[in-house]
């Protein structure tokens, strides 16, 4: 049964490991974290679905003396599938040590990097897209300094990585400067020039050489040579460790056939990323490894077709195809489907067979089977009796096989028939249009024609039609729709025959998500494909030139592909992955370093992995990890738990619930002012996903897999059925109270302001859904037990100061008794808040218990699960407005679903209505109902009801527009507040009349040549493209923010180094940078002329709750500046010390250095720290803040996607204290407002239980789905006394604007109803209908017209018989 090697042998960034009796299960990221220094690689997600693991595997081949190398997500890559391979993680490229790699330097210098925790996976991605292009030998050498790479590619290289933080502007950019092709003034800010700059930007960048990095090392190389004789397999079959690894189909049976396999025990994997896929719910111990057999990945190529082994990889197989001329067509068709598989990451160890068998055996929505369908592929199979050849339709429809059954091979055949016109495409329709996103449906086409005797059309001789992934078992071939086109001219009638066919044939399943929208995506795809066929559905080219861009604004080639039969007729994915950007902000000179573009403290090291977050402290001895058992069901008595009789439930060392409080505690798991929740539901359980206990494991894996094992008893005897909706709240009369000074109060009379009114509206409605954090770093704390009955907990929370107290009171122990610890969060957005202190608790409450460290590093699902998001809500409103779009009065009915408890809930009205505000209205009034529900409590997230708030007042706008025929941007302008009513709405937060700038910064937006240039392109883009509409909008923000009491503290060491520490914490936001800034310009404030940079002797360190008191929460966008002023204060107290001494020693002799000052003053016992605890002024609490955004999108109206053209903010930051910085916050906050508008679909089931619950299902924006154009401006408004230095909030205000987003979709959605009105006579009104958020792809093609291409064939029959 093949040789016995017991151990592994590897290298990672050049160190030999060998390891021996490994847990088979154990991924290579599981391995790097706990067992190597290396922290580089991250979990983000576990599913291949984010990037934050992605490291860099090198293989060698000694016989030919080759290495293979590619990326690969090492959360899913198994530890023994990797032997003798080299493994190089972010470390390995450069470190603190050894010195950064340009990659990390060029991400920290174009500001790429905000909390950090995707940017080790994005130089890893980047750097095997540079190390792939510089192996190409097929391009010119590129110019010193750069790479192969080409700008296009540099795209690419991050398509499948996920930053939640910086809206990948800058990631890009990072990228791109290393492409041969690219134009440096198109990069963005960046620290390496300042624009303007004359000099050759080419030498400033950090310099990359190609090769710079040894990625094999020599040592393992010789190693592969001499052991085994010249094999690079491992030969690692130890049956007692279970990784078996057999190098024949023999061996493979003879193992297969043994006594020692159970099915359910046992798993055969090649790249093992199908458990990216399905989550398993058990653990295996036993795993066969087909790698090792030869016959899996041979690859034959000959005139009839292609072979591929059933263990090559998917990126290989990209590769062969592309290269094929045989049958060129089709092979490079089905190349480019399979490039928007997963991502480069994922496709480099996927294997063909591993998605065909899944295909097979568990419905998985595959492209692979569905494209290989359409190419009359067949596959070779190998059973325990027998080898067949199925064609893959065959093979598709038998019962899933057993895992006995092996696939061999995938045959495509080359369909290069001389003399007949063959056509072949491939189409697929998903959330996110280059991959990463399993399509919404599916399909391929391919067809042989010929010309039509009779007509000057087409006929169809031959067709074979492939759909899947539309909510089918497997993907299936049309069949009756093929017979009926087979022999028949392609006219407008027969393809509406053969569309009444498909939609009968393309039907998903029952429970499958939008089933009318997948089949109506059917019909569009056939509808690309074959309308070039029909003569009478050939028009005319028409052009817009008004842009210079005529190819891009053809009718979408759907009417002009005659001469062009096998390109890609319809454009349908939007894969052009050009963006450009462009950053106007001034740099502040008077309070320098302060107001400077200064790099992101700690990018570098944030880069190179070095940073330390909490999962990567090292674990201490004797650590356990912990994994919440959490409630499926809304409203429940909790009757017992018990455990699967499975391995996993093996791993269970102890289990924690409510019975297990310490006595003089309490059962309390977060609190915020206005309640407290518990930590674990006792008899009763109030909401799905509530903490029922905290499982503890030897590791964080069996910790999470056996919590999966628990088998909850629940009953719902003598229980009402559960409060979910507003609805059900409204009618149960379930509502928390408002505290009165929170409730938003009325301005003016409404009844008097309906009077006014020349028209009104009395019922409209507004429905909003939520949205959930997708921090990239999920919920995690360690806790460990200190003597005297302390504890310390590190925590990535936003708010130590309630953690500590929180984790007091539930183990009845003194506040001073425990220590909670932060330095950095992995992106917080409002969710560490009060879940991040239940996790911290939860794991202190073990620790204490066991007197062992206890840690948690909660997993995606649950994350998602048990963390709320942001308030869903229902409006109904009426409003009154003149003639000419003055508006005269609103009244709103707010109806927010808070869930179980409080938490920041009751604040959000006033949040709301804050926003809402930023019109005149004329009168206002609200009714607020802040309803209960057996919900998760939904907490504070970014831009906390600002989000909605601006967002319902867009959509009143929006209606009132489109009732009065007018444009809306102009309904906006007229009522902007003057700053009279300004006053009157924001009564004592409106500041000056000189500081009121929104009606200049949106003037500057819609007043520009560019806006007006843009509408009337738009216009003409419109009358000329069928098929695709484009819409734009401008909208405004008035945003008010509060600034809350800080401290901060500044102490300088006898080295003159200086060390601050502040409340806030740093989440990405650039606190610490500004911070940092301040200390020196404080500081620096000894020398007046400001000569002295002490920039680099200031170090910001962790929050300590122990060490700095009364840190607050770090939220509400002003914290950044609360924290600078303290440190501004407190650097006042430390002049104030030190300027008599140096006074002093000036006049002895002349100039004094900052290092002559410190050591003199610590000699004479100066008090070298200094701390505050700063109070904002009683009149100066909060302040609004002004922008406005300007997007232009595209929408298809063939499937609904949704390109976003361009987008250009312009925002009122102040003067801001760091342009860089806040850039970073406008553009990250606004690509996370699009994806509330456009992408987040934030689903739950009937308990309530989220089922958007991983990067399967869930979407945030990715690379290919930010504007094309992102601009951002500054516009300053000057000086103002009370604000911090002149500054601005900038973290939240900007999110708010990415509704311009959604307004110009329902323009473009009107354009398209307009013209669908007008074709089929529909009684829908064009202008006036519900846009929900997110419009999504079927949101948007369901108001297009689910039908639109049969209306369209319909008037076109109906147009001829008329001729006829
Ligand atoms: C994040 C992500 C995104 C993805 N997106 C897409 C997408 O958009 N479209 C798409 O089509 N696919 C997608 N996939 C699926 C991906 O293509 C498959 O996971 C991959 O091809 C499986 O190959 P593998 O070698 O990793 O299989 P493994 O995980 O090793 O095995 C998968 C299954 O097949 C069995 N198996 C493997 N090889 C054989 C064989 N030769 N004979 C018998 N049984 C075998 C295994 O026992 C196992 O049950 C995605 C996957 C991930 C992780
Ligand atoms: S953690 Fe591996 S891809 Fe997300
Ligand atoms: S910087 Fe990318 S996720 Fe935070």
């Known amino acids: 049964m093949g040789r016995r090697v017991e151990r592994l042998v590897f290298a ?105 925790f995707c940017t080790p996976g994005m130089c890893m991605s980047l750097f095997s897209a540079l190390v792939n292009a510089d192996k190409k030998t097929d391009r010119p050498e590129p110019p010193d300094g750069f790479s192969k790479l080409t700008v296009s590619e540099a795209a690419r290289a991050i398509q499948g990585n996920l930053c939640r933080c910086t809206g990948y502007r800058p990631i890009l950019d990072a990228c791109k400067s290393f492409a041969t092709d690219v134009d440096l003034e198109d990069l963005g800010l960046n620290s390496f020039w300042k624009k303007g700059d004359k000099d050759l930007k080419t030498t400033k960048l950090p310099r990359y050489s190609s090769g710079g990095v040894c990625t094999f090392p020599e040592f393992l190389k010789t190693e592969i040579r001499s052991s085994s004789g010249v094999s690079n397999e491992a030969k690692l079959t130890s049956i007692e ?73 998917i990126s290989t197989a990209i590769e062969v195809l592309r290269e094929e001329n045989n049958g060129a067509v089709i092979f490079k068709k089905i ?7 997963a991502s480069p990451f994922v496709r480099n160890t996927a294997s063909l067979g591993g998605n065909i068998m899944m295909a097979q055996r568990s419905e998985f929505a595959s492209d692979i089977v569905t494209i290989l369908l359409a190419a009359g592929s067949t596959v070779c199979i190998q059973t325990s009796s027998e080898r067949v050849t199925l064609t893959l339709e065959e093979f598709l429809v038998r019962p899933p096989f057993d895992y006995k059954t092996l696939l061999l091979s995938i045959f495509i055949p080359s369909w290069s028939i001389a003399g007949t016109d063959l056509l072949f495409e491939t189409y697929r329709a998903a959330p996110r249009p280059i991959g990463n996103a399993v399509a919404y449906l599916n399909c391929a086409f391919l067809a042989q024609i010929s010309q039509c005797k009779e007509s000057d059309g087409f006929v169809l001789d031959k067709i074979q039609l492939a759909f899947g992934a539309y909510g089918t078992q497997h993907a299936t071939r049309a069949r009756k729709v093929e017979e009926f086109l087979v022999g028949r001219a392609v006219t407008a009638s027969v393809l509406l025959e053969a569309f009444g066919l498909l939609r009968e044939t393309v ?46 604004y053809s009718d979408g080639g759907v009417n002009n592909c005659e001469n062009n039969m096998t390109s890609n007729i319809v454009n349908l994915d939007h894969d052009d992955l050009h963006f450009s950007s462009q950053q106007e902000v001034e740099f502040g000179k008077g309070y320098l370093p302060v107001g400077e573009p200064t790099k992101k403290a700690g990018a570098e090291i944030q880069a190179s992995g070095e940073a330390v977050y909490v999962d990567d402290i090292p674990a201490p001895k004797d650590c356990l990890y912990g994994a919440f058992i959490y409630s499926t069901r809304a409203l429940a008595h909790v009757r017992g738990i018990k455990f699967n009789n499975s391995l996993a439930s093996e791993k269970i060392v102890s289990v924690f619930t409510a019975k297990d409080i310490p006595s003089g505690g309490e059962n309390i798991g977060s609190i915020f002012m206005f309640g407290s929740e518990r930590l674990f539901a006792d008899l009763l359980t109030e909401y799905a996903g509530e903490p029922l206990g905290i499982l503890i494991a030897e590791t964080q894996r069996f910790a999470n897999i056996a919590a999966k094992q628990a088998i909850v008893d629940y009953d719902m005897e003598n229980l009402e059925p559960p409060i979910l909706t507003v609805e059900d709240a409204i009618r149960r009369e379930s509502y928390f109270q408002i505290p009165p000074p929170l409730n938003p109060k009325p301005v003016g009379d409404f009844s008097k302001g309906m009077a006014e009114a020349d028209r009104t509206i009395q019922s ?49 122990i003194p506040f001073h008794n425990v220590r909670v610890i932060t330095r950095r969060v992995g992106g917080g957005f409002g969710g560490k808040t009060s879940k991040a202190i239940t996790v911290a608790a939860a794991c202190a409450l073990a620790a204490y218990k066991l007197r062992r460290p206890v840690r948690m590093y909660m997993d995606r699902k649950t994350d998602m699960i048990m963390v709320g998001a942001r308030h869903p809500m229902k409006v109904k409103y009426s409003v009154g407005f003149k003639s000419e779009g003055k508006l005269t009065a609103l009244h709103i009915d707010l109806r927010i679903n ?88 924001y009564q004592g937060n409106f500041g000056e009349a000189s500081s009121y700038s929104l009606p200049s910064v949106f003037d500057e937006l819609v007043l520009s040549p560019t806006y007006q240039q843009h509408v009337e392109m738009i216009k003409n883009f419109n009358c000329a493209n069928k098929w695709k509409k484009r819409g734009i909008s401008c909208m405004p923000t008035v945003y008010e923010v509060t600034l809350r009491p800080t401290p901060g503290k500044v102490s300088v060491l006898n080295d003159g180094s200086v060390v601050v520490e502040v409340g806030g914490i740093e989440i990405g936001q650039g606190l610490w940078t500004k911070v940092k800034q301040m200390a020196a310009f404080g500081l620096g404030k000894l020398w007046e002329d400001g000569s002295m940079n002490l920039l680099e002797k200031v170090r910001v360190v962790q929050a300590d709750t122990i060490s700095l008191i009364q840190g607050g929460l770090t939220a509400g966008s002003t914290t950044s500046e609360s924290s600078c002023e303290a440190v501004r204060l407190s650097c006042g107290i430390l002049v104030e010390r030190l300027m008599p001494l140096k006074e002093r020693l000036q006049e002895l002799g002349g100039s004094v250095s900052w290092g002559t000052l410190i050591a003199q003053a610590s000699m004479e016992s100066v008090n070298l720290s200094a701390s505050t605890y700063w109070v904002p002024d009683r009149t100066f609490k ?78 945030p924006p990715t690379v290919d789905t930010i504007p094309k154009q992102l601009n951002v401006e500054f516009f300053n408004s000057g000086h103002h006394q009370k604000r911090v230095l002149s500054s601005k909030a900038s973290g939240e205000p900007p999110l708010v604007l990415a509704a311009s987003v959604h307004c110009a979709i329902r323009q473009a959605i009107r354009a398209a109803r307009k013209v669908h009105v007008s074709t089929t006579g529909s009684e829908n009104s064009p202008s006036i209908f519900e846009l929900a958020v997110p419009a999504t792809m079927p949101v948007v093609k369901e108001l297009c017209g689910l039908d639109n291409v049969d209306k369209y064939l319909e008037s076109i029959s109906a147009r001829r018989s008329v001729k006829a």
């Open 764 to 812: 409209g409605e507004v429905n909003l859904g939520s949205q959930y954090y997708f921090y990239m770093e999920t919920q995690t704390a360690l806790a460990l037990p200190d003597e005297d009955n302390c504890m310390v907990v590190y925590c990535s929370t936003q708010y130590t100061e309630l953690t500590q107290s929180v984790i007091a009171k539930c183990l009845g």
């Open 507 to 552: 039907v998903a399943s029952k429970g499958t998500s939008h089933p009318e929208y997948r089949t109506s995506l059917a019909v569009s795809f056939l509808f690309s494909f074959l309308c070039p066929l029909a003569k009478e559905l050939t028009e005319p080219r028409k052009t817009v030139l008004s842009n210079g861009d005529s190819a891009k």
């Open 12 to 116: 990672i960034n050049g160190e030999r490991y060998e390891v021996s009796g490994v847990d088979p299960s154990t991924t290579l990221l599981e391995f790097i974290r706990t067992r190597t220094p290396y922290r580089g690689p991250k979990l983000g997600c576990g599913e291949g679905g984010c990037g934050a693991c992605v490291v860099f595997l090198s293989k060698y081949d000694p016989i030919a003396d080759l290495v293979e190398e590619f990326s690969a997500s090492s959360c899913l890559t198994l530890l023994c599938s990797i032997n003798f391979y080299s493994i190089t993680t972010t470390e390995g490229l450069g470190n603190v040590k050894d010195g950064f790699h340009s990659i990390h330097q060029r991400m920290a210098g174009f500001h790429a990097s905000q909390c950090g």
């Open 335 to 341: 190349a480019d489907h399979m490039n928007k598989v």
């Open 1182 to 1259: 909060s302040y609004l803040n002004y922008g406005a955004a300007l997007s232009e999108v595209e929408i298809d109206l063939l499937t609904g996607a949704t390109t976003i053209l361009r987008s250009d903010i312009l925002y009122d930051c102040g003067k801001s204290l760091n342009p860089a910085v806040d850039v970073g916050q406008v553009e990250g906050a606004f690509v996370q407002g699009i994806g509330f508008f456009v992408n987040e679909e934030h689903l739950s089931n009937s308990d309530g239980v989220v089922l958007t619950d991983g990067t399967w299902t869930y979407k």
């Open 241 to 313: 460790k279970g990784w078996y690894r057999p190098d024949s189909v023999e061996e493979l049976y003879k193992l297969l056939n043994s006594n020692a396999f159970d099915e359910r025990k046992v798993k055969l994997v090649v790249g093992n990323t199908s458990s990216g896929v399905y989550k398993d719910t058990d653990l295996y111990d036993k795993y066969i490894d087909l790698q090792a057999i030869p016959e899996l990945s041979v690859i034959k190529k000959d005139n009839i077709g292609i072979e591929f082994g059933a263990a090559v990889t």
């Open 898 to 985: 808070a869930g179980i408890s409080e938490d920041f809930s009751p604040l959000l009205p006033k949040c709301i209505i804050s926003s809402l505000k930023g019109y005149n209205w004329g009168a206002f009034s609200c009714d607020v109902k802040l309803c209960k529900t057996n919900l998760i409590s939904k907490s504070a997230m970014r831009a906390p009801g600002h989000l909605q708030g601006s967002y319902i007042a867009e959509a009143i706008i929006e209606h009132v527009a489109s009732i009065l025929s007018l444009d809306a941007n102009y309904i906006r302008r007229k009522n902007l507040h003057t700053f009279e009513s300004l006053t009157l709405y």
